[in-house]
């Protein structure tokens, strides 16, 4: 058997010779002495619903923040250094090839960062880490020792656009690590997945992740985003049919060394618009711990009476809400001022573009009163 040079946090990985079962190879190590308990390194994929077929878009109308920004690592397929991002990019790690060069080969996770960096308006800094490779595809083992390294190298968000299968069980090799990341206080935010089904998938249905759905463009959840007890929050993930994805400045297929962009749709989109606003709470904010950024997200989300339904999660991510508790709790009196009982505003956010047919957008608005929450929400599916 050949045994990688890569090691983990306590743990290994073996490859098993050809030809050998899984049942086999797992019988041979567990004979060994000395070493752990012998997991399957299973695999897990991207988690994008099929490409928009719109061009849409991301516009930035949150208040500049004077914090400093914090490192949100985007464990995918890495991110190409496109113009919009290069400032903005820390050097990573690649644990699909074992090298220091995270590049993207698939598009995807530079259109994570790029989302990243339109929600925070350029003010993100991002740590790539690259887990999956050109097919969106990755194993645990490989996305564990990101989880690890991204909590070395100082993240205090970590970007999980990715699931695994319905019957997943965390290792031990992946439980050291989120134990890792809740030790440093680390958000970790995962993706619920994109088939429609009444099952968060995993890693976002863990306990230690916030579990995001997607939002459609006529306000309600998405079809393709799986929902269910695990659900957090919805963001907006773009419509996968003609009203079109979220657009993205990425590498072009063709030629990686080209720039292009794109419009995909999907929960991945979701949980990278919901990181982006986490880490502008965290840079309004610093002190406050992750269970307490977790719990401001859900707080001021947008909702329809309920606190929670497995539809839902706790609700729509509330952009502006969010912020203005963020500057609140920071001891800023200028927050309180702005979010008076009659103040309504729109979100930073607003998706729009251009279907077959005509324009369409989605725009949430938010009332808020004297707690900095909004105390209603309507959501507008827009068309001309």
Known sequence: MRRSCQWGRGVARVAL??????????AWIAQLEGL?????????????????EAALSLTDELPDYAGTPVVIAILDTGVHSVPELRSQLLPGADYVNDDDAPDDDNQHGTHLASIIDQVT?????????????????????????????????????????????????PSDAMQTALRAAEDADVLLVG????DGDNRVGYPAALPAVLAVGAVGNDGDRATYSNYGAALDVLAPGGESNADGGIVGATIALKDPT????????????????????AAVVMAEAPGLQTREVRGLLMETALRDGESFTPQRGGGIIAPIAAYGRAQAIAGDD??????????VAATHVVISGTGKSRARALVIVEVFDDTLGPSSGTRISAAS
């Not at 010779?17 to 797992?26: D, I, K, R, S, V």
């Not at 200028?334 to 103040?343: D, G, I, K, N, S």
Request: proline residues 5%; glycine residues 10%.
């Open 17 to 26: 010779p050809e030809g050998q079962t899984h049942a086999e190879g797992l």
């Open 36 to 52: 752990p308990r012998p997991e399957l390194n299973v695999v897990a994929h991207a988690a994008q619903a099929a490409d928009g």
């Open 121 to 169: 308006g350029g003010r993100a800094v991002i740590l790539p880490v690259k887990v999956l490779d050109q097919d969106a595809v990755g194993t645990e083992f490989d996305i564990a020792q990101g989880i690890a390294f991204a909590v070395d190298q100082g993240a205090r968000v970590v970007n999980l656009s990715l699931s695994f299968g319905p019957a997943y069980v």
């Open 191 to 194: 993706a619920a997945g994109n």
């Open 258 to 277: 080209e720039t292009t962009r794109v419009a995909l749709a999907g929960t991945s989109m979701a949980a990278a618009y919901a990181s982006a606003i």
């Open 334 to 343: 200028e927050a309180q001022r702005a979010l008076a009982p009659t103040t």
